[in-house]
Structures are given as C-alpha cells and as structure tokens.
C-alpha cells in the first residue's frame, strides 16, 4: 500500500527570500532544525495518489451501506454546494454579529426547527458529534443536580443493549454507571428498574427505539418511574430515522435528546467525521445551556453570553456551522411531508428486509421492527462466525452491516437499510444473505477466506496490534 | 428530484409481502397518545431551487467573506487552500465512507489516516499522533483528562495566555471532572512564568504561540515540573519554522488543525491534533491507524489499538468519542502533501514576515507600540492610545476586521487589540489598514 | 483442554497455584481462547495491596478486555514482567509461563470457595 511518502521527492524551486529567518528576536534555539519529512510533489502526482486512494474506498454512492444505527443514507450533493458559497466557508468566528446575520439567522433557525422536531423547548448547537451530545447532556444534568443541592445524585442507569458511547460519556462525566438487564424480548425490565432507582439516581440513558430495533412499548411508565425517582431521562437520538416527523422524544418524557446531524439529517459521513450532535433539553435545565446562545431581538440576531448557570462552553465557538447548514438545508428541502415519508420508507425497507432473511438466518425478535433489526449469525454453519458472514458479503458488493452489536445477540448482524434504498437493491442484498448463507453450509472456506475481490485481504490485527507500526517509518 | 427513490408499485409489493396494507401501519408499535401528540414543524417542502434561494438571500447578509480582509486569528487563520483539497474532499468515496471499521474496503480511508497521523508526528516530533478528536480545545481537555488518568492526580497548572474559547472548553471540562486547574501568570515579556509551581500536579498545560501572539520559551520547565506531564497546544503552521514541543519534552502535544488546508465556516467543524509518546499509547484517546500484512503478505491499514476505545471498553475507555474530524483530518493531510516541507515552511515564513512588517508599520504611528518584548510568529499584540473598540470599529469602516478587543481584557490587558497577518494579506492590504489604523 | 489437578479456579476464569502462603495466579486455557490473541497484559505493581474481588490487571486482545481479579485477599509480591514482551504467552502456556502475578496472603480459609479442575470444566461446560 503506497503511502504519500513513498512517492519520488520533485525538487523544491524554493525562491531564496522566502526561506530566510523570519522571526526576529526569536532565540535560535527555538528555530526549527530538522526539516519535516514531507516529500516535495507535483499535482499531477498528489491527484493520481488521492484518486488511487479513493478508489480502494466504498461510500454511500458506490451501494448499500446497512450499518445499524448509523443511518447510511444518500447525501444530497446540493449542500456541499451550498455551504462552499464564500458567504458561509469564509468567514471567521469571531466576525461581529452585524456582518454575518445570514449565518446567525440559518443557525437559530435551525435550532427552532430542532426544538420542534424534539418537542423539547431548547437547544444547543455546540456539540460536534452524537457522543460529544451524550457528553454535555451529562454535564447538564451534573450542573441541574448541583444546583440543587443533590450532589450524590451520581448514578446513570443504563440498558446492556446501549452503545458503548453512553457508558463512557457518563464515567467522562464523573457519573457512576449501573447495568440494567434487558427483558427476553429486548425491551426494558420496568420491575428490574423501579428496584434499581433510589436516592442516587441521576437518571437513565436509553436510546429510542433501542439498539435492537424495537419500540419501548411502555416508554412513558420508564421516563415517568425515573421522574418519581427523582431523575432525569436522557435519550440517544441515533435511532431518530425511525420516527422523525411522526412522534417526539419530548412527549415519551424526554428531557434531553442528542441529534446526530451526520445519521438522521443527511450530512456526509466523511470517513469517520466531522458530524454534529446537537442536543434539546426540557425547560428545567435551559438555564445550563452552553454559552454563547443565539438570540433574536426581534431584528437583528446576536451572541447571548448571560446565562449565569450556564455549565461553560463544549466548542470553542458555536458548533460545527458546515454541518449545521447542510442539515438545516435537508429539512428546508424535506418539508413536514418529506420528514414523515423519511422514517415510514425506513421502516419499510427495514421490516421487509427482516422478512426476506428471517427465516434465513436466526431472528432473535420476530416483530415490527423499526428503522432496524438484529439477526444472528449462530447456527448457519458450524464454524461460520458473523465475521465469517460479513466478510463475503463484501465479496458479492455490499458493506457488511453493524457487527457484534449489540451484545445482548451473539454474534449479531445488525441491519439498517435507510429510505434511500430501491426495492431492487434491497433484493439485491437480501439474495446476497441467502447465497451466502447457502455457502456457509457447503463451501464454508468461501467465507473463510473472504474477501478475495477486495485490494487487500484479511488483515493481521494481532500483529498491528502487538507491533504498531503508526507512522511512516523514515528511519528503514 | 426525490431523496427516496422508492417508487408507488414496490412500496405496495413490500407492504404486501409483510403484510401491512398502508405506511401508517408501521407505526403500530408506537404508543397511540404518543404519535397524537407530533405537531408538524409548519415547513413545506422545497425544491432543490427554492433552498439554494434562500441560502442566497441569507449569503446577502453575511458581506464578511467578500469585503472586507480578515486580520482575525484565535487559532483560525485565513489561508490559500490550494484547489487539490477540495478535489480530493469532493470524491465521495472519501466523503459519504463509513469509520473504516471493514479495512478490506476502507484503504483510502486508513491510508489517509497514517499519513495524517505521520505528518502530525513530523510537525509535532513526537512519537505517535491519533487520527484526529474535534477541535483544539477538546483535544486540550482530553490532554487533562489523560494526564489525571496517567497521574492519578487532579491538579493542573495552566497557563492564563490560551485562548478565549479554548479556555471556556477547559473549563467546562475540569469542572465536571472535578479537576483544580491552577492559573499561570503572563510575565513582563508576554511569556508564561513557570516559578512557584504548586506540588503534586498531573499536568502543566501551556500555549505557544500564546493568546498574546508569543512564542513561549520552554526549555528547562520539564524539569522544573517533577513527574507532571508537560502539554502544549501548538499552532501548526508555525511548527514548519519553530522547534517542535518534543525537544523540550512535552509528553502530550495537542492543537488545532483549521490553518492545515480547513476553510474557516464560522468556527466549525474543526481539527482537533493530538500526539503523545510511545509510551503513553494506552492512555491516549481518539482512532489510530497502524500498518500490518494481509494473508497474502501484502502491506495495508487498519485501526489498531481499539480496546482503549468505547466500543470494547464502554465506560472504562480513554475517552467517549466515536465519530471525530475524519474528512478535516483528510483536508489537512492533502494540504501538507501539497505543499510539502518547503511550502510549508514558506507559508510560515511569509505569514511571519507580513505580520512583523505590519507590526513595525504600526509601531510608527504615535502612541502605538508592541505590549511585549517577546517574539511573535503571525499574531501580535499593540498597545493604542485610545479605547480599543474604536480601533476595532474604524477597521470594519476601512473594511478590515480584526478579533474582538475583549479576549484579551480577559488576560489583563487593557487598551491593546490583537492582529493576525497570514500570506494572503497583500502589500496594498498592509498598507491601508495601517493607514486606517493611524486615522482612528 | 486439561486443568492441572493442584490449582484451584474461579467463576472468572483464573486459576491459582498455592505454595505455603504466596499464590500464583494467572487466567485459564477456556479464557485465553475466548479472547483470542492476547496482545498487552496489563500488570500490577509489586507491593500493591488488595482485597478478595479488586481487579490487579487485565488482559486485552484485539476485540477484547478481560479483567484478572484477586481470588483472595494480600499483598502482590511478584510480577510476570516477561508478559511485556511477549503477551502471546498467555495464549502459548496459559497455566504455565502465562502466570500473571503472585500474591502474599494470611488468610487461607478465603481460598475455600474455589472450584478444583473437574468442577471448573464442568463449569465451563454448562
């Protein structure tokens, strides 16, 4: 695998003055000595690299991406477009007010848009990703029980079907973190949890429909036994494609919802970021809100820095604004109308799918299912793990789906097709599942020594893991 | 054009194969009282016209990018990005891939990955270098957090000179960590005093160049610290002329990533840097990718290291994060290829020289003088004899807009506004704004 | 898999090896298999005190993180500082020289709970 440093060094024609010294007072030792390590390259080199690189990639534009919980679907390309216009990429943070109203109007617009759609009255734009979202909604909720004089308050109850992000964000947060088994139908044990909640609860992290798929049927009796307990409820919005335009997490007892713009609202994943996770809360902890807040006096809008409870700031300025834009012009595009069609097309592609494959392959929770829905690589062959699975299917074209999560199913496949799929590519996959499940139980080496169509095959984890080798190494 | 390329007969032909007879009914699983309670957000649908339209009308009031000329800086700074970063952002295999958790068909991304991760080690000198957290002030935060878990200490000194936003971030974090963080003083020179450091710290953390626009000098504070880790947040494009924070013995190197190729979209999303020594690895938070072998015996990428991350170690794992500044990370590592060791350094030097050449234009006007003796690279700090505000208003009238006087009220200094200069501040640009300057 | 007939072993899947009052202690053949390739042991240090049930180390491989747990209460008296280099050790001869650390103890009768071989396999077995 070529590296950009493995590419023949193009000599510099460096101008003389503009290699001079060019700190005056600047005590030599503090003058830079070793050259960097970076080749000298011509374009045409650097842009026959990055297109060979691009090439060894697979993105949403190449196929099916269905990868549970993390809503692969299409990225419109007109916001790219759009938040390029000089207007919005140029500009700085710290322009006055004055002369960047459009940026300041889009972004409060966006945050009234994101209140409604949670049924939450406010919200903060700063947090740059879903588990920077669960992060600040943990400081929220420490700063709302300091306030109030309720500091061992430290416990976040939390579901063994929950991403690992809401256990780490709540220890990150100085919470301690309690484990509630699940009921055999994946849904939450209400006894379990009236038992569980005491003086020490804080609240509880749950994620909606949960990361099986399901819908918490008695979702209110467990926002409404926490609130008695004298806790506050948080939810993992990952799951929003399920019901975005149809139901809101403020009226299932929500008092903090975390989006995340990069899954839900369209925005490009980008490789692994950059996303945004803005988060609305319930009245009683607007006051702890991030500080600057965007306000509007009526004419023009401006920075808020007053709130004096406010638990600081999560971003050095307002948020991720690129991704913001982007997400604020897919809602202008889609409408009421386009955002209801949004989460009933993903349940459709979902539910069919499961239909298709479940008597193929092992289905842990034969039921509606939302947006997504979990199998079980068990038992289709012997010795055929779901890695096994998921390695062939990339062989027949597809990204594999969400692996090993959650860890409630062993060996779980976790599929989520999203609305941007057609009928024929859903096919398409599901007759892929079922050759490949054909194979496991009469070529099972297929499987095993899948993928072989790919540029690289099987890598050698342990021997990355045991040797790192996590730079470029100059020295050899 | 539609986003759900779904047509009417396969949405029927699924239906019927689940047997459902309308989209309605997928919702039976939801609570009644709940799905009765969704209020429409009162938004029409748009065409794909409409929305670029009223992106237009709000372009209108956002004059900043085309009149007038950024002297801004805070650690986001307005320089030429050369056109092959936004070819090589627009390939959507790059752009819509997923975190390459598959690396059989995630390459592109994970070679990236370790060419970022090499280039940041190369400016930085350290060791190893994640393939990117948020921004720059998270990434300080992280470097706290890391210095306690390594410590298991929860005192930190910290230098007064960071700046504004990235000391709020730090704040916010050491409240909720229940972390001391103990303030470093500014001397006479605009440098840090590093004297009287309290006992039983777990980290010093210190900016360079500093919210004044000085380079701190750090030679010797490693050893005057114990066994408190030294961190540093660096300004990357300076890091081609200035000696690395390695040589001094940083143990934790962090920074942000925007002047790397990133345009500035009011303030985000960022680059968050983040580099470390070998030894530190299972302390470090964030995504790195390494190089290993196939079956075959050929050489390619994957992430390594991924049990100090949430998906294994769920609460117990170095940090929370997931999704970070992948396609930033990507931007910054296509800039630095493009520029190699020679543009860089020549970016950095020019941005260098037209800073110094404005602040010696500036010094000739009365009353008007540099606050601190100590070295600049592309930001500095002069005292002005009247209310700086007014200074701050007169450039916005000459079309020139410098940042906010009052980040600096907040280090104790009254009466000074700050300058950034970078490369693509003209000649013509440097002389009008000193003369506007002059004028106010 | 065989379990040598003089170690004890726990519902957590290490194995101890008593002689007088120190106990080696390591993590079994049945745990080493289900975490696959053992790249890092984190150890404890000599000196550290613990209690019955407080983590003294982990064990992590590729996908996995398995905490060793203290069977019995004591000081940590001995360090398998060879682990560093080769974690792989683990996987080679778990019961052997995959030995994580050795424990001083006083109170023997702690260590009356714990399983012997045939009931640890059919513990694994279940």
């Known amino acids: 695998m070529t590296t950009i440093f493995d590419l023949p060094s193009v000599s510099p024609t460096a101008r003389r ?11 030599p030792a503090l003058a830079r000595r070793k050259a960097l390590r970076v080749p000298t390259l011509a374009e045409p080199q650097i842009a026959r690299h990055y297109t060979k690189l691009s090439r060894m990639n697979y993105g949403v534009d190449d196929g099916l991406y269905p990868l549970g919980s993390c809503t692969m679907k299409y990225n419109p390309k007109l916001h790219e477009q759009l938040v390029a216009m000089p207007e919005f990429a140029d500009v700085h943070p710290g322009t006055p007010p004055r002369l960047a109203q459009g940026t300041l109007a889009a972004l409060h617009r966006m945050s009234v848009l994101l209140a409604a759609i949670a049924g939450l009255p406010a919200v903060t734009l700063q947090p740059s990703a879903g588990a920077h979202g669960e992060l600040t909604g943990m400081f929220l909720m420490k700063r709302f029980f300091e306030t109030r004089g309720e500091k061992e308050r430290n416990t976040i ?11 780490a964000s709540a220890a990150l947060a100085g919470f301690r973190v309690l484990e509630l088994k699940s009921l055999s139908d994946g849904t939450v044990d209400v006894d379990a949890l009236t038992n569980v909640l005491d003086e020490h609860t804080a609240g509880i ?34 799951n929003l494609n399920s019901y975005i335009g149809r139901a809101r997490p403020g009226d299932m007892g929500a008092d903090v919802f975390h989006f995340n713009l990069h899954k839900t609202l369209s925005t490009p994943h980008g490789g692994g970021g950059p996303g945004s996770g803005p988060v609305a809360v319930a009245e009683h902890l607007e006051p702890f809100l ?110 594999p789906p969400t692996v090993y999560f959650p860890l409630i199913v062993h060996q779980a496949l976790m599929i989520e097709p999203t609305e941007t799929e057609t009928k024929e590519s859903l096919d398409a996959f599901a007759d892929a599942m079922v050759a490949i499940a054909k194979e496991a139980a009469n070529h099972p080496e297929r499987l095993h020594e899948a993928p072989i169509s790919t540029p690289v095959r099987r890598l050698d984890q342990t021997q990355a893991a045991r040797e790192p080798i996590l730079r470029h190494p100059f020295e050899t | 054009m539609r986003y759900i390329p779904t047509s009417d007969a396969d949405r029927e032909a699924m239906l019927s194969a689940i047997g459902l007879s309308s989209l309605d009914e997928l919702f039976a699983d939801i609570p009644a009282e709940i799905l009765d309670g969704n209020k429409p957000l009162g938004l029409p649908s748009l ?43 627009s390939r959507s295999e790059f752009a819509t891939a997923y975190t390459p958790y598959q690396p059989e068909i995630s390459q592109g991304t994970l070679t990236a990955m370790f060419e970022f991760q090499t280039m940041i080690c190369e400016l930085t000198g350290m060791e190893i270098a994640n393939a990117s ?20 200490r929860h005192r930190i000194a910290v230098s007064r000179a960071l700046f504004a936003g990235v000391a709020r971030v730090l704040q916010t974090y050491a409240w909720a960590a229940e972390i001391e963080l103990i303030e470093l003083p500014i001397g006479p020179d605009g440098r840090t005093v590093f004297d009287h450091l309290p006992e039983d710290l777990s980290a010093v953390l210190v900016q360079s160049p500093n919210a004044l626009g000085i380079i701190e000098d750090l030679r010797g504070v490693k050893d005057a610290i114990g066994d408190a880790l030294l961190v540093v947040s660096v300004h990357p494009i300076s890091l081609a002329i200035i000696e690395p924070p390695a040589s001094v013995g940083a143990d934790i190197v962090v920074g942000e990533g925007q002047p790397l190729g990133l345009t500035r979209s009011f303030g985000g999303p960022l680059l968050g840097l983040f580099a ?13 990718a390494g190089r290993t072998s196939d079956v075959d015996g050929r050489s390619g990428f994957t992430m390594t290291a991924q049990t100090r991350e949430q998906h294994i170690r769920r609460q117990r794992a170095t940090s929370n994060i997931c999704t970070n500044s992948a396609l930033c990370a990507l931007a910054a590592t296509v800039y630095m290829a493009s520029l190699g060791a020679d543009g860089l350094a020549r970016v950095a030097s020019a941005s260098a020289r037209r800073a110094h050449d404005l602040c010696d234009r500036l010094e000739q006007i009365s009353g008007v003088s540099r606050l601190f003796p100590g070295p600049f690279f592309n930001e500095f700090t002069v005292r002005v004899p009247q209310d700086p505000s007014r200074i701050h208003r007169a450039l916005q009238q000459g079309g020139f807009l410098i940042d906010d006087p009052s980040d600096l009220s907040r280090l104790g200094v009254e009466n000074a506004v700050r300058i950034a200069v970078t490369e693509k501040r003209t000649d013509e640009e440097l002389k009008r704004f000193t003369r506007v300057f002059e004028e106010a | 898999m065989t379990y040598p ?39 404890p240090t000599a000196g550290t005190q613990l209690t019955a049930g407080d983590a003294l180390g982990t064990v992590e491989s590729v996908k996995a993180v398995g905490d060793v747990f203290a069977p019995i209460a004591g000081v940590i008296v001995e360090v398998n500082d060879a682990l560093e280099a080769a974690p792989d050790t683990v996987n080679k001869d778990p019961h052997g020289e995959g030995w994580i650390a050795v424990i001083e103890f006083t109170d023997a009768g702690q260590l009356d709970g714990l399983m012997d071989a045939a009931a640890y396999e059919d513990f694994c077995n279940q």
């Open chain 1, 17 to 27: 003055d503009d290699l001079s010294p060019a700190i005056p007072g600047l005590e």
């Open chain 1, 205 to 238: 992290m749950l994620t909606v429909p949960n990361t099986l798929g399901l819908f918490e049927p008695r979702i209110r009796e467990v926002t409404a036994r926490v609130h008695e307990a004298g806790g506050l409820c948080y939810f993992d919005g990952a």
């Open chain 2, 47 to 89: 065409t794909e016209q409409e929305v670029a339209a009223t992106f237009s009308q709000l372009a209108q009031r956002n004059p900043a990018a085309r009149a007038f000329a950024s002297f801004q800086g805070g650690g986001i700074y307005d320089h030429y990005v050369p056109a092959i970063v936004p070819y090589v952002l």
């Open chain 2, 276 to 288: 470390t020594q070998e030894r530190y690895i299972r302390h470090m938070p964030g995504r790195i």
């Open chain 2, 133 to 152: 957290l948020y921004d720059g002030a998270t990434a300080l935060a992280e470097a706290a957090l890391m210095a306690n878990r390594i410590r298991r």
């Open chain 3, 5 to 43: 007939t003089d170690y004890r072993y726990t519902k957590d899947h290490e194995w101890i090896h008593v002689e007088g009052n120190r106990a080696k202690i390591g993590i079994t053949d049945h745990a080493q298999a289900k975490l696959g390739d053992v790249v890092f042991v984190e150890l």
């Open chain 1, 157 to 167: 109850i939390l579901t063994d079907s929950a991403h690992g992000t809401n256990p």
């Open chain 1, 290 to 399: 991030p500080v600057p807040r965007i306000d509007f006096d009526g004419e023009r809008y401006g920075l808020d820095w007053s709130p004096d409870q406010t638990i600081g700031s999560v971003h050095p300025y307002f948020g991720n604004v690129g991704v913001i834009l982007k997400a604020f012009a897919y809602l202008l595009r889609l409408g009421d109308q386009g955002l209801a069609e949004v989460s009933a097309y993903a349940c459709l592609h979902a539910n069919y799918l499961q239909h298709r494959l479940k008597d193929v392959y092992k289905l842990p929770y034969d039921r509606l299912c939302k947006h997504e829905f979990v199998l079980s690589g068990e038992g289709v062959a012997e010795g055929v793990t779901t890695t096994d699975i998921a390695k062939r299917l990339i062989d027949f074209g597809f990204h």
